[in-house]
């Protein structure tokens, strides 16, 4: 399966505002200060640790932002294994230019890259299973859109993009709108035909309740592995599945291995943990 | 020391930002499917988790912007510690709109309280001393103003805000220019009377290069405990001195008991864990 | 069924655009130049022909943003039947400012209404059977949140907001994948869980490749009657069934009378006429 | 008369915005999971039916936004008249690109040309006079620009842009104001040497008092041929003339015949039909 | 004869950006740090030089987005006249806020009152004569429909606000269209009807063959009065004239004598030096 | 000391606003209506009066953004002192795109270039002492950065960019905070360590006070030039020296010989005259 890229159109917008929020209103004042506007100079971008890049894109479009002149050899992109040591690229080009690029280029790229390499461990960790990890809606406020493909070049899935892409029937909507039976058939009214419903459960009389309004998909939530394999078996492929709750790639296996279609965790997006991606000089060229 | 809250104007564009990612084009179809738009609820904001608080203005303005009709009565403002369970603040109105802005409203607030309960673990951690734990420009595209404010909110100093604020010669800067003795006497000679300069060192052998330029602060990177107290003692107060590289609440002390003046942590604001906070139905109102 | 109400948050740039757009570099030079600042008018918005209306926030709010002392009663709101002559609301304030909001506002309201008023004469026209009237993504670029919403208010449902929330595998799509099976393979083994497939066919013999595939749904592409009849009786509820080709008030009962699900019509957004709706003065007040 | 082009700094924010709206957060689903990210195609931009094209550089740059590697050879530019089957442009490149841009491109093209057919049928209907046919300032919000460039693709003359750039003084400003004399008479003091003034009128009696002040150009409004005729002999070449209501192709030789300047119509911007042109599959390349 | 306001919607945007630029990413820091946030305080606007005063309305706007807890009793308005020393306004509110507001509120409070008293002497030199003082589109790039505004406010006229209001034939024009004759003819025969065309000539001989061409105004380019004299009786009234090179408070009258329309004078919103006004403390409230 | 030229991605913004506000909605209809679109030109950029020039990246991006086949030979860059007659650069390509951006061209250039030069001036007046002329905040809302810049370009050093890159406690700080020795002290407690004070004193007085908290720097504002010299003997290298109030070519060399460290002028940046650079016809090319 291969990862589809971003179209430029989605990520340059995003990138030019991180440039301008770090250059502020005077500028690079060190690079500008230092360093010869002649000088150029090739840097590698190497991996620190080893995890699973992506957002190469980000990282090339800041360069190319500041400084046209400045090319990018790019050697492993995303969706790739990386070990400590290895080089993603060569960046080649004005040296003002790579040093005031630089910070952007890595803090988009480490981010993105943590994100896939959370995702890939947990894809891993349950690839003896047909089940899948995926993401929520709890991303980074401007990112979600990249965070949602940083979680596919890791090899996760995604779940709704927004407000608006499905039907998510949550506790507090329960609460409100009085039970789980007037909010499924109240939205298969509404909805377009394009959209599918899924409900959220936390035990099992819930869980039946909802299976009696046919949902498309089931969230069920904060559920031990036993509890979970009973879901599964009650359900009986009549709805897809979702497990959520305290998903690592410690508990994940056994989560997987009740039959469960997805595994949801919020944590891949909003708490990541960067992937360590550094700039290092090679030489003036 | 009382925390300065950021101005609106600096805050709104953000969540509006926020919001309308979420409600992409077709808006909250569960809330409006499901919610009777005249439903009126009370909901509990609430910590599920040791921590402190940051960014209750941003939430507080995602529920104002989707419905003015929403009112907050704040019990705990940003930069108090609160214990699971504690009720950040109560939110009553309509039913839906509340609904709609709960997962942004949480975003926000979980991501700027992650960050500022890092950096309180770290600042109690070194207490005893004189030392302060700042961040870097290592932040999230988009969000670097309010991660340094949650910075702030946790109890810690910031760094630089951008490439133009101050001069920090860095390992590739030196590379380039030829030296520390180059880098820093053209930046003295190009840059305002505000503007301070720091060089990063990763010897003693630098220290000593540097020093005899007077730069305004000193960043020693990656240097044991032992490397750090013989700096300080080279150093003398002679310039500000920073210590980078593998800082968390464990090693923390240590370094701060070197003398040193500040701890840089790039993870508080690239890294730190969301706190967990929740949004619980009270009742309809 | 009631009609919910899009957020202000997602109306308000779109009328501050349009506004904007009137008023060029300076202003509206004609009130200001002929009207008394003081003056103070009672006008009434007026339906000049029958229809449907839609998007009385659009047009209250292009009042506000110009002069927040202007006060709109509104009789009649969105989703309403409206006969010549009626008055769907009373708007008072200072004069200057009602004309130089209304053509802005009666734009959006003639535009938003003549989409519903389109929409509510086909949805009249098939009410006595299952099938619903729905929309495209050939709508005007930039309001195509607000122009489905008008397709709600008429009665209509809504089809795909854009690229991104559902799989609609077309002709072209299928020319270029090699086929009807590749294809429906391809995207479901790519696509998140509440991702939903429909394809598009245009003879028995592509329904029956189709159906093969089991996509959620299946569009029927300029069949007649006849031959939708049969392809409905094929299908069997195996597929949501959407009828799209010439579809207008008069040969909507015949297809809808096939036993189709949808009936779908690009020019309800992009081609239909404008609903008229006038502005009349009705003293100073 | 050539037809000048509007300069691409106009068109682009629309094209780009309008391209962003279809993509979403997700981009185009559909081709990322069908289409090899390898595959070329060629495809033909062809009318299905008789009308006058414009808008060719917005279809143009939506392409290019989404993939520079995508070519255009244009064989029919704007203004020009099509029959159905005319090839308007040859569009090769990668299949992906062309698929994820079509809609977009398609949208803004046929709203164009529609605008630009009906404006020709009316010009070609008065082609024996010399009366002109003009629009109006009821436009697509956010599109006005580019819709009155249409009208000029179409043969047609524009009228005013905006509030800003001309006065004209309409029904309710005169009954605000007390009277087409001291509207008129403020408006010439205020206003800038290179603006003109237009007044409507209702009646001859209105024509008269607004005659003895001297307007540039006087609005007819809404009047039978045979009046019109003779508030032409009465405004005897002292100012230009202007005819509005319900002008159409059949309607429109009668009123051009009573020797007025120019005929004015809201719908050729608000409500005419979109001209029907689609993208063929040529093969791949 | 009154001047109108901006509507708010124009102005508003132009605040906030000026606003965000000065706050930068951290807001003001010395307020934040010194004054305490409950401290409130009474300012006084006032005039340090004898001017007229233009854009009141900005500066309330930035005190107002700042903290809509300041409140402004304004004193005298837009288009007054002021002494030194006189209070054109009292603010009073939080300090902090007022301090933190306050000089982007001077910025343009200074720029526009310069425009307008610049302004102001010209309309004062030539008040005994017909003629009319008139700006150019030589603005400061993002601020012309405020720079033309405050022309208005210091009794001027306002000349074309872009390219796109009116026809100026330039001498670049004439040189490279091939002579004032085919020059105003092709834009006669392409100009909407409620557009205006001016020629600027540099000679008699040249007014002479523009003449004969019908424009609506002649641009009489640096000629002396005696030359200006001549051109006017040329014209005897078959063009509004207008003068410029070099108009000063000293050269107006003489030129303004020649019976001349208008003068016109770039400067006045390019150099045009800002009036003095500055913000008094009056106490704590 | 070299210029470092300020990054695309800044200037660009600026300059694409500037070009939009000129063409409104209609273009440049004069060039439109009268140039062919075939023809091509070469004109040259020449000044017509002493002085230094700054800006010709805004005026080289206005061109290319009209129209990509503008090519520009420069001959003179940013900072270089011109006289009347230097030709700047040569402008070729089509003669409609060089018309049509003409004027931003100029007015950014003029704006710009007035500043360098009006800086230069002081510069140059006080080149025998080691004093430099520095700007303020007081500039043109929306430009500051290219306001600073064209500070650099004529020889001068920058002030604060904003109200967060330094502290500056001015008289009214002082008056709200009750005195010099808090406002010092609270802002030293909470800044970054890469912030600098700076303090504004009017008396011999609050200087010693000032002193005696240790500032960065102090503003000496509005003291003769006996009171400055006494000033700076007492600081005697403890801060950096700022003297401002009335500096011009004229006052400014008996400032600079006071020994003091800056001299600033708030009228550099909002009240220097533009400098008067034309664009002449050269040929059709």
């Known amino acids: 399966m291969t990862l589809s890229k971003l179209p430029e159109i989605m990520i ?6 991180a440039l301008l929020e770090d250059l502020g209103r005077a500028g690079d004042i060190t690079s500008d200060a230092i360093i010869d506007p002649a000088a150029t ?3 590698a971008l190497a991996a620190r640790e080893p995890g699973v890049i992506a957002g190469l894109d980000f990282s090339r479009i800041a360069f190319r932002l500041i400084d046209p002149a400045i090319t990018l050899r790019i050697h492993l992109d995303d969706g790739t294994k990386v070990a400590p040591g290895d080089v993603i690229a060569h960046i080649t080009g004005p040296a003002r230019g ?8 890595l803090n988009f790229l480490g981010h993105f890259s943590g994100i896939a390499t959370a995702t890939a461990a947990i894809a891993a960790s349950i690839a003896h299973t047909k089940a899948k990890i995926t993401c929520t809606r709890k991303t980074t406020p401007g990112l979600r859109f990249a965070e949602k493909y940083a979680v596919r070049a890791g090899g996760g899935a995604n779940h709704r993009f927004g407000l608006d892409d499905a039907i998510l029937i949550k506790d507090n909507h329960i ?10 058939s109240r939205a298969r009214e509404r909805i377009g035909h394009l959209v599918k419903i899924e409900v ?18 089931i969230l069920l939530d904060n559920m031990t592995p036993a509890t979970l394999r009973e879901a599964v078996r009650l359900i009986a492929g009549r709805a897809i599945t979702e497990a959520s709750g305290r998903i690592t790639a410690q508990t994940a296996p056994e989560i997987a291995e009740t039959g469960i279609d997805l595994l949801s965790a919020g944590w891949l997006t909003h708490s990541a943990r960067v992937l360590d991606i550094g700039l290092d000089f090679v030489g003036v060229s």
């Open 12 to 17: 340059e917008p995003c990138v030019r505002a």
């Open 41 to 43: 100079a090739t840097v």
């Open 98 to 105: 790579i040093l005031t690029a630089e910070r952007v280029a």
């Open 175 to 184: 609460a409100i709108a009085g039970g789980i039976a007037p909010a499924i």
């Open 200 to 217: 959220e459960v936390d035990t099992l009389e819930q869980l039946e309740e909802a299976l009696a309004h046919q949902p498309d998909a």
